[in-house]
C-alpha cells in the first residue's frame, strides 16, 4: 500500500503554494488552539482558494488514473466533466 502524502507537499507540487507557506500553515496550526485541517488553516490565512484544496484532496486520494500528473486546472476540468456527465 502506497503512503498517504501530505497536503502541503502536494500544493507545492502543484504550484498552488510555496514550500515557506507551508511552513508558516504548520507553524499557525502548532499555534492555534482549536485544532484545525491543513487546507482549512491555509484558506483561512488567505493562501488557498476552496478549488486547490478540492485539486490537492483529489491526487492524495489517487481519484483518478494519473491525477498525480496534471496541473491544478487540469484536475478542476476533469472533476467538472465527471460532474456534468
Do not use: C, W
Not at 507551508?22 to 484545525?36: I, S
Amino acid at each position: 500500500m502506497q503512503e498517504r502524502r501530505q497536503i502541503g507537499e502536494i500544493l507545492v507540487q502543484l504550484k498552488a503554494m510555496s514550500r515557506s507557506d507551508v511552513d508558516r500553515v504548520l507553524e499557525a496550526m502548532q499555534q492555534r488552539r482549536r485544532r484545525q485541517k491543513f487546507g482549512q488553516t491555509a484558506q483561512d490565512m488567505g493562501l488557498l482558494d476552496e478549488e486547490h484544496i478540492f485539486a490537492a484532496l483529489a491526487v492524495q486520494m489517487n481519484l483518478f488514473p494519473g491525477v498525480e500528473r496534471l496541473s491544478t486546472n487540469q484536475i478542476l476540468d476533469y472533476l467538472q466533466t465527471v460532474e456534468a456527465g
